[in-house]
């Protein structure tokens, strides 16, 4: 990760021991932060969290109902999805010649509670490091990734991944204490992406992953100033700190390894994908490198359902530069420092599958799970849970 320089480093080493004077035990009081720091939102945000779940539980009960409708048949053969990893690996498998394959995920997030490194942390803790400026609080992430597969010869599948995000972030402002929110909504980076197989019998396939992403979602998004904020008049446009942009402003490379295993009703695989980022982008800054690693078992208990266990490792890195128009005095969410972390995931999921009738060949799947670890450069928003759901139909 990216050395901090100097300016990021000011205050820490007297960040925890500073005493709190009343301002901050009324803060504590207004947002009392058990179990990791949450926020006790208003009213209107825990109904409007609870309605957009509800909305997923209800859409996913719904295509699920069609899918039971529709299927005519129940052999005992293997399935024709049957070796598929869970719904949250991307580039998964590689596919029948000739197939096209439409998918769908509805990726959640939900972001609750600073830490810094592995340490929890209150917003009182930091707040006056940050004089004139904000704290985040809580960050809201849906993502809908649309997806076209297409598999031109037996051994290379071409696919497009078109992601359009909603993201809300929860602040609180140094001076005043109030509470506000900003949200940016759009079309992030377009995904161009080739898998090629270079090996496969009737249990172990391996494809390698080439994937390009080209810079069509923005990295200079801005929202209204509140009230509050140094050398910022209340209305005129902020730009939004790094984690809310949609895009990265530069095109990137995406190789991967991925293996998949299938022995009579037991599925097991692993991946290996980066981000690699190749250039600066407009705004002065070259957004850092990704690395992820997975790893997923699973058993057919049905012929049309599937549950699965899968573990994922990921790390991020800091930014090489900085947006100029993003002050680190003012947040730590506008610090290039603070970025980078790593963080263990456990997940769940379930498969429905249908084999006949006019949506043979398809599935919708479910999958969910809680940060077995988290390792922050910060003070960051720490995971508290992710989800995604998705229907898939090949033809």
């Not at 895009?247 to 991946?271: A, E, M, V």
């Not at 705004?283 to 058993?299: I, Q």
Request: net charge neutral; glycine share 12%; hydrophobic share 40%.
């Amino acid at each position: 990760m990216n050395e901090r320089p100097e300016w990021s480093r000011a205050g820490r080493s007297s960040r925890f021991s500073r005493r709190r004077d009343d301002r901050s035990r009324v803060l504590d009081a207004i947002v009392p932060h058990a179990a990791f720091g949450r926020l006790e939102k208003d009213k209107g945000t825990q109904f409007m969290i609870f309605a957009r779940t509800v909305e997923a539980c209800a859409w996913i009960l719904v295509v699920f109902g069609l899918l039971l409708a529709a299927q005519v048949s129940h052999a005992e053969s293997v399935a024709k999805g049957e070796g598929h990893p869970p719904i949250g690996v991307f580039g998964e498998a590689v596919h029948s010649s000739g197939e096209v394959k439409l998918s769908y995920r509805l990726q959640i997030e939900n972001r609750q509670g600073l830490v810094d490194g592995e340490t929890q942390i209150q917003p009182s803790q930091i707040l006056d490091d940050y004089l004139g400026g904000s704290v985040p609080l809580s960050l809201r992430s849906y993502a809908h990734v649309i997806e076209l597969t297409w598999m031109p010869t037996d051994a290379v599948t071409l696919f497009v991944t078109l992601p359009f995000y909603e993201r809300t972030l929860d602040q609180i402002i140094q001076s005043t204490g109030q509470l506000y929110s900003v949200s940016v909504r759009g079309f992030g980076d377009v995904i161009v992406n080739g898998l090629y197989r270079v090996f496969a019998d009737e249990v172990h396939r391996v494809h390698l992953n080439l994937g390009l992403g080209l810079p069509s979602g923005s990295d200079n998004e801005t929202s209204e100033a509140p009230a509050g904020l140094a050398g910022v008049p209340q209305g005129s446009l902020q730009r939004l700190p790094y984690i809310m942009q949609l895009g990265s402003g530069t095109l990137s490379l995406q190789p991967g390894f991925t293996y998949n295993g299938l022995y009579r009703k037991t599925f097991w695989g692993g991946q290996i994908l980066g981000v690699l980022q190749t250039g600066t982008n407009s705004e002065g800054y070259k957004a850092g490198n990704e690395y992820s690693l997975t790893g997923w078992v699973g058993r057919r208990w049905k012929s049309w359902l599937r549950t699965s266990f899968r573990m994922k490792w990921q790390q991020w890195f800091n930014p090489t530069g900085m947006d100029d128009q993003l002050n680190p005095a003012l947040s730590p969410l506008a610090n290039p420092a603070f970025q980078a972390g790593s963080r263990l995931d456990a997940l769940f999921g379930v498969d429905f599958y249908v084999e006949g009738g006019r949506l043979g060949g398809s599935r919708i799947s479910i999958e969910a799970g809680l940060p077995a670890m988290q390792d922050l450069e910060g003070p960051q928003l720490r995971t508290d849970w992710l989800l995604t759901a998705g229907f898939q139909y090949a033809f």
